[in-house]
Nanobody, 123 residues
Framework: QLQLVESGGGLVQPGGSLRLSCVVS????????VGWFRQAPGKERERVSC????????DYTDAAKGRFNISRDDAKNTFYLQMNSLKVEDTAVYFC????????????????WGKGTQVTVSS
């Protein structure tokens, strides 16, 4: 059973940056495609970014494109979401996720989830 634990959330001012980390245990990260999702209060969970298991094909939603960067370090069993130029509307609980299929994240249908980390963007 794969376990995922996020960290790096917090309170940041608009225009600031945060880097989220997701540490994976239970199986080598290299076997999995990974992704980040978020859920704002009163809204459904939405995809933010996906990365295939080779780390060669990142995908971003329009909201994340140009501001966020997804990356992975399989040697550390960790993947990341660097978030820059944060906006108030980025406020949400961010979840990391993983799946053996490269397509699962793009379909919002992944098997393994972290418990989430809160990101609050406010002045």
């Amino acid at each position: 059973q794969l376990q995922l634990v996020e960290s790096g959330g917090g309170l940041v001012q608009p225009g600031g940056s945060l880097r989220l980390s997701c540490v994976v245990s239970g199986d080598p990260l290299g076997h999995y495609a990974v992704g980040w999702f978020r859920q704002a209060p009163g809204k459904e969970r939405e995809r933010v970014s996906c990365l295939n298991n080779y780390g060669t094909v990142p995908d971003y939603t329009d909201a994340a494109k140009g501001r966020f960067n997804i990356s992975r370090d399989d040697a550390k069993n960790t993947f990341y979401l660097q978030m820059n130029s944060l906006k108030v509307e980025d406020t949400a609980v961010y979840f990391c996720a993983a799946d053996k299929s490269d397509f699962a994240c793009l379909m919002n249908d992944v098997d393994y989830w972290g418990k989430g980390t809160q990101v609050t963007v406010s002045s």
